[in-house]
């Protein structure tokens, strides 16, 4: 964790940024290993350290944890307006004598930030880029480790899961059986909630919410999963068909899209644009009538949801240590939906797959 630090403060130097406060929580636990709650602490980095403040709960645990690579804070309740994380953050960036600290304004709520600038004295607060979301964009060998781990937990899930569903469930019971899957192989619970759409309306909504609609025969069903292990995510989905289709326009529908993952796939290495490679999906689905309503990859690690994302304008080059998603959908209201997607990681000459379901259509 002393290296992370060591690489953000760096990154500080060449922004001529004097002190940079962390809210985030993953940004946290990426560069302390602090693994107590999310919003529960805050760092405040600068060339004259790395202070990290929290609250009396995890007084403890912060010194086992983040003891060795910078000095703990617990901030202390008193008379008069209480003390807070940012209270106490304030009081941490007076004492370093610097005159200017950056924050990333999305991390931090407006009662915070004027809670952080009542305490910081003389020190100017500003907003500015986030320095922290690049080193984690690229991932190094331990995290890629961690997160092999988790997509094999939630593959070996998902096979577990295939016993199980049949007509006469609702998605949620579905939802509710994929979860002690997770948690009977070593999964920590849903890094997001279990996507299980099916039928004709629920299918066709790229997010849906699983309902109390029961799965009928001829049923496709889309499955967007995954979980945690060691605080990092895994994020697949698969488009299953309960026997045979009652739509068998849905076919088709499942070979283009299944098609349109594999061109994306095929595609990934080092120096393509995620520009290049959106439009390279999105063009091969919009060639046969159809489109695509959303991104069709993100990188993922502590967070679902990590920089960058797929776009048609994002010039962001793949490199080597990323770890990201392909997921091209196809939704048609009236009809259902389709939505495949797996996990690659970008190598030195290409890349290495890290979820491996059968691409074939799953019949049950």
């Given amino acids: 964790m002393a290296t992370r630090i060591e690489r953000l403060i760096d990154r500080l130097a060449e922004a001529g940024v004097e002190a940079y406060v962390v809210s985030k929580g993953s940004d946290i636990k990426y560069l302390t290993g602090f693994t107590g709650e999310y919003g529960t602490a805050v760092l405040v980095v600068s060339p004259k350290g790395c202070h990290f403040v929290t609250d009396a709960r995890y007084?403890?645990?912060?010194?086992?944890?983040?003891?060795?690579?910078?000095?703990?804070?617990?901030?202390?309740?008193?008379?008069?307006?209480?003390?807070?994380?940012?209270?106490?953050?304030?009081?941490?960036?007076?004492?370093?004598?610097?005159?200017?600290?950056?924050?990333?304004?999305?991390?931090?709520?407006?009662?915070?930030?004027?809670?952080?600038?009542?305490?910081?004295?003389?020190?100017?607060?500003?907003?500015?880029?986030?320095?922290?979301?690049?080193?984690?964009?690229i991932k190094?060998?331990?995290?890629?480790?961690?997160i092999r781990e988790a997509d094999k937990i939630n593959m070996r899930s998902f096979y577990g899961l295939l016993d199980y569903i049949k007509p006469g469930m609702t998605e949620v019971e579905v939802a509710n059986q994929l979860e002690y899957q997770f948690r009977s192989r070593g999964g920590q619970g849903f890094c997001f909630e279990t996507i299980v759409a099916s039928g004709p309306d629920n299918g066709a909504c790229p997010h849906a919410t699983a309902s109390e609609r029961v799965l009928e025969e001829g049923?496709?069903?889309?499955?967007?999963?995954?979980?945690?292990?060691?605080?990092?995510?895994?994020?697949?989905?698969?488009?299953?068909?309960?026997?045979?289709?009652?739509?068998?326009?849905?076919?088709?529908?499942?070979?283009?899209?299944?098609?349109?993952?594999?061109?994306?796939?095929?595609?990934?290495?080092?120096?393509v644009t995620y520009a290049e490679i959106s439009n390279a999906i999105h063009g091969y689905v919009n060639d046969r009538g159809y489109q695509i309503p959303h991104g069709v990859g993100h990188n993922y690690g502590l967070d679902i949801h990590e920089p960058a994302f797929m776009g048609p304008t994002n010039l962001t080059q793949e490199q080597p240590g990323m770890v990201h998603t392909i997921e091209p959908g196809i939704y048609v209201p009236g009809l259902g939906g389709v939505r495949q997607e797996d996990d690659v990681?970008?190598?030195?000459d290409g890349y290495e797959r890290l979820s491996y379901i059968t691409d074939h259509l799953i019949e049950l």
């Avoid at 698969?238 to 595609?267: F, N």
């Avoid at 990681?345 to 030195?348: A, C, F, K, R, Y």
Wanted: net charge negative; proline share 3%; charged share 25%.
């Fill in 140 to 146: 190094d060998a331990g995290e890629i480790a961690i």
């Fill in 345 to 348: 990681l970008v190598t030195e």
């Fill in 59 to 137: 007084e403890s645990q912060a010194a086992t944890e983040v003891g060795a690579v910078s000095e703990v804070h617990v901030y202390k309740r008193s008379g008069g307006r209480p003390a807070n994380y940012y209270t106490c953050a304030g009081d941490v960036l007076a004492d370093l004598g610097v005159s200017r600290a950056r924050y990333v304004a999305a991390d931090l709520t407006v009662a915070d930030l004027a809670d952080l600038e009542e305490h910081s004295g003389s020190v100017a607060l500003e907003a500015g880029d986030d320095l922290v979301a690049p080193l984690r964009m």
């Fill in 219 to 271: 049923d496709f069903v889309t499955i967007d999963f995954g979980t945690y292990y060691k605080g990092y995510c895994s994020d697949i989905t698969r488009t299953v068909v309960l026997g045979r289709a009652k739509e068998p326009r849905l076919y088709d529908i499942w070979k283009i899209v299944e098609e349109a993952k594999e061109l994306g796939m095929s595609m990934v290495r080092p120096g």
